[in-house]
Structures are given as structure tokens and as C-alpha cells.
């Protein structure tokens, strides 16, 4: 994780920006959902039980994606 990583900063920056989801429930199974916003996409991903191991997340900004990586999306579900 980054050290300058901030959920809260990103939030303010990419909160209405539409958000992919993608995580692995096992090595077969990949899942992937979009959000219309940043706090849909993880308020979907703390009700999910078990948390997958597995979980990217790609924020949509100016035709291009974002990724975060499972470390900052951690992060993004403590701070928010």
C-alpha cells in the first residue's frame, strides 16, 4: 500500500465516478461489477462474506481507468 494513499482524498476526487469491481470467489470463478459510484462499489464490496481474496478495483475518469489495488480498496473500505 502506498504510504500516500488516501481513501478520504480519493473519495473527494472519484466519489461520482462509475467503478468496476473485480474479484476472484476462487481460481474458476471471476466476478465483475460496475457501480455508477465509488461509494456503491464499496458499500457492495462490505457486505460481501467472505471478503474474496482476490479484489481490483477501476475507477472511470476521462475515458480511463484507474486501478487500485486489493491493499488500497482495503483501505477504502476501513476509511469510508
Known amino acids: 500500500m502506498s504510504e ?6 480519493t473519495f473527494a476526487i472519484y466519489g461520482d465516478s462509475e467503478t468496476t469491481i ?7 470463478v471471476t ?21 474474496p ?3 481490483t ?7 480511463r481507468d484507474i486501478p487500485f489495488d486489493r491493499d488500497n480498496v482495503a483501505k477504502l473500505m476501513q476509511e469510508l
Request: hydrophobic letters at 35%.
Open 53 to 55: 481474496n482476490q479484489t
Open 57 to 63: 478495483l477501476h475507477i472511470r475518469v476521462h475515458g
Open 31 to 51: 466476478q465483475k461489477r460496475t457501480f455508477p459510484t465509488l461509494r456503491d462499489a464499496v458499500d457492495y464490496l462490505k457486505a460481501l462474506d467472505p471478503l
Open 22 to 28: 473485480t474479484y476472484f470467489r476462487d481460481e474458476l
Open 4 to 9: 500516500n494513499f488516501s481513501a478520504k482524498e
